[in-house]
């Protein structure tokens, strides 16, 4: 996701920003012009990231969290993440939704499903499981507290991949590795890259695909 999107999403946490003239908007979240604001106001919109009433000058985050019953979750299926090189596009649009246990989630109630693409978490231990190619990622987006060997869900310039985080407080340098049987490079991000990285979520489970 664009980082004005993101700065965008945080300021409807405490703002009713359809109530704001464009300009004020930009000067708030630091953007040159009115209409880059409305521009990534609408694709937002068209990601169906927020509801924007236009005629009642009201924009509000919607939510991508859990629907669920006391056996079932509805999971939202936001698109894929790559467990090899970070080249695919990280889009939050919702591609469809999976029905999964309850139990399954931890009584958790803000995640999100992801679709892996690739082999470098074929040798990841999630509570047992690793993370293979068509596998579903569960994706706790609430969970800030990261801490080193986590599995994440990270963007890297707009595009998405799952790895093992380890934070490097000594040199301040973050880095990404890869648990695969085959020989993938880690990935080096210094602190002052913030605005180009950012942790989207934990992984608390994997769904694996069913062997035939």
């Given at each position: ?27 708030i ?8 604001v ?13 509801e ?14 859990v ?43 803000s995640?999100?499903?992801?679709k ?8 990841a ?81 994997v ?6």
């Amino acid at each position: 996701m664009h980082t004005i999107q993101q700065k965008l999403l945080r300021l409807a946490d405490t703002y009713n920003i359809g109530n704001m003239s464009l300009r004020d908007v930009a000067k708030i979240i630091d953007v040159p012009h009115p209409q880059i604001v409305k521009h990534h106001l609408e694709q937002l919109e068209r990601k169906e990231l927020i509801e924007w009433d236009r005629e009642n000058k009201t924009i509000v985050k919607k939510t991508t969290g859990v629907v669920s019953n006391s056996d079932f979750s509805i999971v939202p299926v936001l698109g894929s993440a790559n467990c090899g090189q970070a080249d695919i596009y990280a889009d939050e649009r919702i591609e469809g939704h999976i029905k999964v246990s309850s139990l399954l989630l931890k009584n958790k109630k803000s995640v999100f499903a992801i679709k892996a693409v690739g082999a470098s978490m074929n040798k990841a231990n999630i509570d047992g499981r690793s993370i293979e190619d068509g596998d579903y990622v569960i994706i706790d987006s609430t969970d800030q507290n990261i801490r080193s060997n986590d599995y994440v869900l990270s963007v890297i310039d707009e595009t998405a991949n799952i790895k093992k985080i380890i934070i490097d407080k000594q040199y301040g340098q973050v880095c990404l590795i890869s648990e695969s049987t085959h020989e993938y490079p880690p990935i080096y991000i210094d602190e002052s890259e913030a605005t180009k990285y950012f942790v989207s979520g934990k992984v608390i489970h994997v769904i694996k695909h069913p062997v035939s």
